[in-house]
């Protein structure tokens, strides 16, 4: 088992609950990016799949995470595009 930032131990339920931190970012499960972004977990493969959003992290052999910083750059960039025109 690793430790996250600070020490603490990153354990498989911490993963899962998208609490494990690297290097001051935040591991984010799918359930977290899907109401952080307003989109579909299908959208988000989809996405992801063609570059036009992050793709996940795998942790492990069955476990999948996103950047969070990577994530809120998505949103924010979604922003300004909308602001534009």
Known sequence: MGTAQGGHP????????GRVAARGRTLMRLPEVV???????????????EGQFPGPIRVAARLSAWDS???QSWIDSRCEEGRAT
């Open 10 to 17: 990153m354990t498989s339920d911490a993963i899962r609950a």
């Open 35 to 49: 109401a952080a972004c307003g989109i579909s977990r299908s959208l988000i493969y989809k996405m992801a799949k």
């Open 69 to 71: 910083e990577a994530v």
